[in-house]
């Protein structure tokens, strides 16, 4: 049968070949075209060889859910309707085409007093669809020398978007150890899922990143997003601890002095309490009250 076909392609004006095979053969410019969404597209169904003027033409749209009529008895149907038209003579043009006529298509041609009388070709129909603005997600700030996850996803575009991040407005690289700038950071990007990941950051890694999603219909960027890094200084935290024990111990000692002064003077002192506080505030009670005690005290704090 295909040599048939290539013997009638080879020999086109041989006259033997037209009139001794009557057979229904199709031909297309391009069984794979893709188109940007809300553009035209033409898939081609050119008939290279037939013999009746008025064959059966139809289209049918190819999906998981199986075949649907897209033209059938000279008409369009389906989701296609008034959004393509047939041109002379099997072409199926579609005028606005939309991210579901991502589909196959074939065109089948039937001429009944063929001997051999029906053909079909199958076009891979892409419509790309660029991606919109992408999910970033940056941690605000991370401790110096822990792990960091940025995230991008986008999931519009078709076909499936690759990610870009940029830190300060300069791409990162795939790989940090192929620029000198990122040589020393502990990244691992990947550029299918979206994921900018340190495995310990450093103060260097600190800026504003962002990221885009491209395809090939476009791309669409996220805002700009600061990643702070701030140092955890085990020394200073030792010296913090230290210092907090510290006062925590005198506070104690300062309770246990305190306690047992107030235990004989509140004893001495009962007439004095119950008069002080229909005067005026507790901190002025407490003041009054105690004030030798009171800077006796805070002194020994400090
Ligand atoms: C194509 O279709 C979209 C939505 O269905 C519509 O917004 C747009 O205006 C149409 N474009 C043309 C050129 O008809
Ligand atoms: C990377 O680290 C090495 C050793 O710590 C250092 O000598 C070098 O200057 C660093 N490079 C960059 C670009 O920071």
């Known amino acids: 049968m295909a040599k048939t076909r290539l013997a009638c392609l080879l020999t086109l004006l041989s006259t033997h070949c037209y009139f001794s095979v009557l057979a229904v053969v199709l031909r297309t410019n391009n069984?794979?075209?893709?188109?940007?969404?809300?553009?035209?597209?033409?898939?081609?169904?050119l008939i290279e060889s037939i013999s009746t003027t008025n064959p059966r033409i139809e289209w049918k749209k190819i999906t998981n859910e199986g075949p649907s009529y897209v033209y059938f008895d000279k008409?369009?149907?389906?989701?296609?309707?008034?959004?393509?038209v047939i041109r002379e003579p099997a072409t199926l043009l579609i005028t606005n085409a939309t991210r579901s006529d991502t589909a196959k298509y074939r065109c089948e041609v039937t001429a009944a007093?063929?001997?051999?009388?029906?053909?079909?070709?199958?076009?891979?129909?892409?419509?790309?669809?660029?991606?919109?603005v992408p999910k970033c997600s940056v941690p605000k700030s991370v401790p110096f020398g822990k792990s960091a996850e940025l995230s991008?996803?986008?999931?519009?575009?078709?076909?499936?978007?690759?990610?870009?991040?940029?830190?300060?407005?300069?791409?990162?690289?795939?790989?940090?150890?192929?620029?000198?700038?990122?040589?020393?950071?502990?990244?691992?990007l990947n550029a299918e899922t979206g994921t900018l990941k340190f495995i310990a950051v450093r103060k260097?890694?600190?800026?504003?990143?962002?990221?885009?999603?491209?395809?090939?219909?476009?791309?669409?960027?996220?805002?700009?997003?600061?990643?702070?890094?701030?140092?955890?200084?085990?020394?200073?935290?030792?010296?913090?601890?230290?210092?907090?024990?510290i006062v925590l111990l005198c506070i104690t000692v300062g309770i246990c002095c305190a306690y047992k002064?107030?235990?004989?003077?509140s004893q001495k002192q009962t007439g004095n309490n119950y008069k002080v506080p229909a005067k005026g505030d507790g901190v002025d009670y407490v003041r009054t009250e105690d004030e030798g005690d009171f800077r006796h005290k805070s002194s020994f704090v400090i």
């Open 31 to 45: 069984d794979s075209p893709w188109t940007d969404e809300f553009d035209k597209i033409e898939l081609s169904c």
């Open 75 to 84: 008409k369009i149907s389906g989701d296609l309707e008034n959004r393509a």
């Open 113 to 132: 007093d063929d001997q051999k009388s029906f053909d079909e070709i199958v076009i891979d129909l892409v419509v790309r669809v660029k991606p919109v």
């Open 152 to 188: 991008c996803v986008e999931e519009e575009g078709f076909p499936k978007s690759q990610y870009q991040w940029f830190k300060n407005r300069e791409e990162i690289p795939d790989d940090p150890k192929t620029s000198l700038k990122f040589f020393n950071s502990s990244y691992a």
């Open 204 to 245: 260097e890694d600190a800026g504003e990143y962002f990221c885009r999603a491209k395809n090939d219909a476009g791309y669409a960027e996220c805002a700009a997003q600061k990643m702070e890094v701030y140092d955890i200084d085990l020394l200073g935290i030792i010296l913090g601890v230290l210092v907090v024990v």
């Open 261 to 265: 002064q107030g235990y004989f003077s």
